[in-house]
C-alpha cells in the first residue's frame, strides 16, 4: 500500500457510495443496541429484499448519532432524515413511505435543525454516525489514514511533535497536560524500546464518550496512535480497554485486522521504514486501572495498583521502558490536526484549551446522549440549548462534571465558560467527559454520598487515607443521611476529606473527596439541615435525672 | 555520583544523587515515622506516614519515594503533618481488630510505637471491627489478620528476599487482605519455605511464632540487613537487631 494506492481505495469506494441512490444508517452503538437497532436493522433490510431495492440502497451500521435518550435512530442519509424511537413497524415504513413513494414518515422524524444538532462542533465525531464503523474502505473514502501518509512521507518525528504541541490540544483524559509536551518527554526519553498506550478504561458513572468513539470510528484512534509511534520513534502500541465494553473491542480487533492487511499497520507501514503494531489488552473490572501506572501495572500483567510518581511513564513506563500514556479522545484528535495544520485546531476553543471536547450529557435532561463542543462554551448553552434543559416541570439545580473526581457546578455558575481552566476554579474538574445533569428533586448529600462509596468500592486498599479514609467518609456521611449526625461529625469529614486529598498515593485517593468538598462549598445547607442539634436532649435528661432524685 | 544539598528542617545537608529524603533524614537522625517502609526492602511509598512539605511543590510527597534534589527545602514536621500522622494512625486503629492488651507483640509493636511518636490520644473514628480470620494451619507460624496493617512487608520479603512469593494482596479497598498463594491455607502452600522471613519484618502481631504469648513476639530484623550486605557488598558482618 502506498499512498497512490490510498487514494485510488478512496476514490473507489466514493465512486460505489454515490452509485448508491440511498444510504440507511442505523446506529449500531451500545446505547441503540440495547434499545433493539439490530430488529430495526434486521426490518430494513428484510424489506429492502423484498421490494428489491438491494441495488439502489445499503443499510450501514454506523457509530452513535448522538441523542442516545431516544434511540433506536437511523439516518436516511441522501435527505438527511433523522428518524428517532424507530421500532420495527416504523422501519418498515421508512422503506415503503420514504423510500419508495418519498413520503417521510413524520411523527417519527427528528427536528435536526434544533440547537442540539446545531450548536454542535465535531471533529472528534466527524465520522460517528457517518460512516460503516465496521469498513476500512468508508473510513478511507473520508480522507482517513491521509494523515498517517502525511505524518511518515512528508513529516519528521519532530515536526509532528511540534504540530500538536502547536496545535494547543491537552490531555482529554482529564488533566489536561499538553499532548505535545508529553510527546515530546517521551521522544527524549532514553530507552531500546518505546511503548504507546491508549487509556480506554473510561470507568467515570455515567460517562461513554471513549464508548461511543471507539465503536464508531475505531480507525480514527488506530491512526492517532501511529502517528504518535512514529512521532517518539514507538513500534508498539497498546489499547488497555475495560471489558465492560465488548462492542468497542470487538470492533477495535476487526480494525486491527482490516488495518494489518491493507500495510497502514504492522510492518512497513505504507512501504516505509516504519512498523508499529497495536494489541488489545482488557480489563478486568477495577476503576483504578485507569489511573496511568496502575493501567500499566495491569498490562504487565500485575495487581493493578498505582505507584509513586515520579518516576513518571513518559521516562519508566511498561517494563521500565518509556511509555507514552494518552486517552481515547486524545488519539482521535490527532490525525485531523496532522491532516488540517495546527492553525486550524487551535482557532477553536478558548486561549488556553483549544479544539472541541466531548460530553456525555446523562442524569435529569431532555436530550440525553452525546455531544461534541468546542472548549469555552457556556455551560447554560449545553445544559439549556443543546441539553434542552432538564425533565419536564424541575428547576435545574447543578452540573456534575468529572465523575468521581469532579465536582458539581451550581446553577449561579452557569454562565461559566467550560474550559480546564474554569472548572478548576469552582472545585470541579474537566474529567473525561461526562456531564450528569441533577434537577431540584436530587439531594446533595445522597449524590455525595453515591460516589463516595463508589470511590470507596473502588480503592485498590494500597494506601491508608484511601482505604480506610473512604471508608469513615461514607460512614460519616451515611450517618448524616440518617439525620443520626452532629456538627462534630462535620468537623471530622471536612478533616478527613482534606487529609485522604493530600495525603493519597494516587488520583483516585486525592480526588475522591472532591464530591463532597464541593457539594460542602455550594450546598452546605443541606448538610446543617439534616444534623441533629447539639446534644441538648442529653443535657435535659441528666436535669430531670437530679431532679428526680 | 554528583553531591546535592538540600535543607531539611532548616539544617543544610548534602546527600548523594539518586539518595531518597528518607534515607538522608534516617542518616542524620531526623525521625519521620514510617511503616511500610523497610531498609533492605523495595519502596512503595503506600503508609503515607512520611509526607513532608516540600518549598515550591504543592502536594505532599512521601519522604521515602522522593529523591533529593539541589536546592531542596524540605519540612519533616508542622502542625499538619503531624495531624495527618496522627489521623493516619488513628484510621489504622480503627480498620483492624488492634487489643494491645491481648497481642503477643505488646512492647513490641510497630504500630504501638507510631501511636505513642505521633502522640495518638484518642480515635475519633468509629471501630470497623471486621470480621477477620486467623490463619493457624502452618507448622510454625500464625497469620492473625485482625492485627494486619497491609504494610506488605511480608509480600515483598518473601518476592525479593526470599524469593517465594508466597504472600500477595487480594481484595479491593476496606475489603484487602493478606492471602497465601491462591488464597489457600498458610499449611497448605507448596511455596512456603518456612524461612520465617514474613514473621520477622511484620510490624505487629499480624504474623507471629506459634507458642508466643502475650507481649512475647520480639521481630528480629537484623537478619534483613545482614542478607543484604552479603548479597550486596559480599560481607558477612553481624548487625545488631535495631
Redesign the interface.
Known sequence: MTLEDLQELSEKEQQRQSEKKHRILYCSAAGCVSCGSNKVSDALRTKIKEHALEKECEVIGTGCLGLCGEGPLVKVQSDNTLYQNVDVRTAEQIIELHILNNKKVEQYVSDTTKPFFASQTKIVLENCGMINSESIDEYIAVRGYEALAKAINDMQPAEVIEEIRKSGLRGRGGAGYSTGLKWGIVSKAQGEQKYIVCNADEGDPGAFMDRSVLEGDPHRVLEGMAIAGHAIGASQGYIYCRAEYPLAIERLKLAIKQAEKMGLLGNRILESQFNFRIDIRIGAG?FVCGEETALLQSIEGK?G?P??R?PYPSEKGLWGMPTLINNVETFANIAPIIRNGSEWFSNIGTEKSKGTKVFALAGNIRNTGLIEVPMGIPLRTIIFDIGGGTTEGTEFKAAQTGGPSGGCIPKEHLDLPVDYESLAKVGSIMGSGGMIVMDSTSKMVEVAKFFMQFC?????????????????IY?LLDKISKKKATQDDMV?LE??CM?VK????CGLGQSAPNPVLSTLRFFRNEYEELLQPVETFIASDIAVADFEK | MAVKTLTIDGQQYSAQEGESILSVARQHKIPIPTLCNLEGLSTVGACRLCVVQIEGIPKLLPACTTKVEEGMVVQTSNVKLNKYRRMIIALLASEGNHVCAVCVANNHCELQDLAYQVGLIRVRYPYLYPKKTLDATHKEYVMDHNRCVLCTRCVRVCDEVEGAHVWDVAGRGINCEIVTGLDANWGNSETCTSCGKCVMVCPTGALFEKGANISEMEKKKGFLKYIITARQKKEWVYIAND
Open positions: 477495577a495487581r495498583n505507584k509513586p515520579p470507596m468500592d473502588e480503592s485498590c486498599g494500597k494506601c491508608i487515607p484511601c482505604r480506610v479514609g473512604t471508608r469513615h460512614g471530622l478533616e478527613l487529609m493530600e495525603t493519597s498515593l
